[in-house]
């Protein structure tokens, strides 16, 4: 009889529970990575957008012959939409004076592509060391676009604008006739007195360039 219990003993199934390990992980260290991975992502976006600045003060400082923005209109755009984009003004100012230093010694140099788009003229603006790689690689962006090079020129006219203050006074608008007129004959083709602070009028004048 006990030998039957044994053999039954040894006879029926055992149960056996599987186990399985994970790494463990850790919350610290998966707060740092994606930390790590934002701040990454922000600095790419950070040293192309300071790159672009660059460039585009180069750009503005040859074609404009001044690395003064008061006396280059260019370069005053430039460095108010770099400011508006957040790049910081001690960066701006490095920008200018190292376009000032390699000014003469750099190759790049202003080029300028007709393209069109779904009967949409486009023209494109760029700084180049290498004018041959750069129409190649136009081409290519274009053609990923649905784009491709077209003469457009003639569908353009440059245009510029001129703001001027002129202090409030009794004969203000008299002044500003007067100021008017003068820009009329020097060639602007249209005008507009904006808002302003009660001390001064200001107007706006549409020129060609």
């Known amino acids: 009889m006990n030998a039957l219990r044994i053999a039954r003993r040894l006879s029926s199934p055992r149960l056996e529970r599987s186990l ?3 790494s463990a992980v850790w919350s610290g260290h998966n707060k740092w ?3 790590k991975h934002k701040k990454g992502a922000n600095d790419l976006k950070k040293g ?4 672009r600045a660059s460039r585009d003060i180069l750009l503005a400082i040859r074609q404009g012959g001044s690395a003064d923005p008061e006396a280059n209109s260019a370069l005053a ?3 108010r939409r770099a400011r508006s984009q957040g790049v910081p ?3 701006i100012e490095t920008c200018i004076k190292k376009a000032v230093a390699k000014g003469s010694s750099s190759n790049a140099q202003a080029v300028t592509y007709e393209a069109m788009k779904d009967s949409v003229g486009i023209i494109i603006e ?3 060391d290498n004018a041959s790689r750069t129409v190649l690689k136009m081409r290519e962006t274009l053609g990923r676009q649905g784009a491709h090079f077209a ?3 003639f569908l353009f006219h440059r245009k510029g604008s001129v703001r001027v203050a002129v202090e409030q006074g009794d004969d203000l608008d008299e002044r500003l006739e007067t100021l008017i007129n003068a820009a009329l004959e020097a060639g602007a083709e249209d005008f507009e007195q904006l808002d302003a602070p009660e001390s001064e009028g200001v107007v706006e004048m549409e020129v060609g360039l």
Do not use: M
Request: net charge neutral.
């Open 20 to 22: 399985s390990t994970s």
């Open 33 to 35: 990575s994606k930390i």
């Open 48 to 51: 192309e957008l300071y790159g």
């Open 77 to 79: 755009a430039v460095v």
């Open 89 to 91: 003004k001690d960066n």
């Open 126 to 128: 760029c700084l180049s």
């Open 151 to 153: 003469p457009v020129a």
